[in-house]
């Protein structure tokens, strides 16, 4: 099942890129792709709790879904993943 996801703090093609690496690390999760100009995330997922799990990721990194708190913590999270998708190419 496809699932998409509105998220914070996406800023540009090294948060992309770094969402995409760490989603795919999830077994259950394929087809990963990230638009920018909506600040989503698309996926497929087995089954409907493996949405809880790449949300959950998605915090961890500094991309809480639009309905999670946004704090500091995130948003400092974001930029160091940010940074790190840029310097990964």
Known sequence: MTSIIPIQNLKCGGCAK???S??????TVTNVSVTIETSS?????L???DIATVKSKLKSIGYPSLDEENSVLSKAKSFVSCATGKLSD
């Not at 760490?22 to 077994?27: D, F, G, S």
């Open 47 to 49: 089954k409907q709790e």
């Open 22 to 27: 760490k989603l795919e690390e999830i077994p």
């Open 41 to 45: 995330v698309s996926f497929d997922v």
């Open 18 to 20: 770094t969402i995409i």
